[in-house]
């Protein structure tokens, strides 16, 4: 079995393939990937910080650093052992830090670099036990960048799937999606790694990624398929578990409660383009992070949320192959 340890690994963080721009100077994002998984990672970098709230439902939420402030938040593949990545994105940000210091005894809390991770299962696709460790999220951040945001099965979303809920037999390709939208002086922008049980709907209410029949070249929605397999007297098996991991970033200033509110929200719309979401066997986790920079907003945090909800459902339907 192909392993991390058995191997000469190289990070590989610059790709060709579709792109989202966005105009958000204060979030830098970097992607690195093993190919011989193929693995990876995606960082959300905020050079500044950002205050933070986190959102984690279903019954397999994996993640470390639960923090109300962060410089970084990386998301991984690999399971838990892609945690290790969060520690390499640590390390990069310490070192950056340390080396502008002219003696240890400057080191103080202060230079200290907050980093959260989250991690999703992406072994049901491949035959090794590859995982993103130190040095690959070392080379995330290193390689983080404004401005740009992969799309597909790229960083993170290497290896992820959707719509396996009644047979693996039936998932296919999904990866990382994302939106962005300014009003005014209010950015608001929507990252997310599509690794779902749950099947991709659009707006018409049409499943477009998952629960693929190759024998039918259908995909049904779950209560579609439930109906059926009970109709011909079969037993319906709990699906295995997968992740869907999120990042809601804004720039307008909002109170601790505003924006863990801002994260429910979102959190809780994303269960119309992701069915079904949230499920015992699912880990989700939503960041909502705010640079807090605009403070004459023209909108509410309502409003925010509101928007910020339609931005997540672009995100999902971004986050695999063109149908």
């Known amino acids: 079995m192909l392993m991390n340890s058995s191997l000469s690994l190289f990070p590989q963080t610059s790709f060709e393939g579709p792109t989202l721009p966005f105009d958000f100077p204060a979030l830098h994002i970097g992607i690195a990937e093993y190919a011989e998984g193929p693995t990876g990672c995606t960082v959300f970098y905020f050079p500044d910080g950002v205050a933070t709230a986190i959102d984690a439902r279903g019954g397999l939420a994996v993640k470390s650093g639960d923090y109300e402030r962060n410089h970084a938040i990386c998301f991984a593949g690999g399971s ?34 907050l980093v959260s991770g989250a991690i999703l299962n992406d072994y049901s696709v491949r035959d090794n036990v590859i995982y993103p460790d130190h040095k690959l999220g070392k080379a995330a951040l290193l390689a983080a960048r404004p401005g740009l945001f992969p799309l597909g099965a790229r960083g993170a979303g290497r290896s992820a799937t959707c719509g396996n809920i009644f047979s693996l037999a039936h998932k ?34 049409q499943v477009v990624r998952g629960n693929y029949n190759p024998e039918t070249g259908l995909r049904l929605s779950p209560v579609e398929e439930l109906e059926q397999r009970l109709a011909r007297g079969e037993r319906v098996k709990t699906a295995f578990g997968n992740t869907t991991l999120t990042v809601v970033a804004t720039n307008q200033c909002l109170r601790p409660e505003e924006l863990r509110q ?62």
Do not use: C
């Open 172 to 205: 296919e390709s999904s990866g990382q999606g994302g939106a962005f939208r300014q009003i005014g002086s209010t950015k608001i922008a929507v990252f997310t790694v599509v690794n779902a049980v749950g099947v991709i709907v659009d707006r018409q209410g």
């Open 262 to 323: 801002l994260g429910r929200h979102v959190h809780s719309s994303m269960a119309r383009a992701i069915q079904p979401f949230q499920t015992i066997n699912d880990g989700d986790v939503l960041y909502a992070v705010t640079t807090n920079e605009v403070d004459d907003a023209p909108i509410s945090g309502a409003m925010l949320g509101i928007l910020a909800s339609e931005l997540a459902w672009d995100a999902v339907l971004a986050s695999g192959p063109e149908q």
């Open 80 to 113: 838990v052992y892609g945690l290790e990545a969060a520690s390499g994105v640590t390390a990069a940000l310490f070192e950056q830090r340390a080396s502008a210091l002219q003696t240890k005894a400057s080191i103080s809390s202060k230079h200290v670099a």
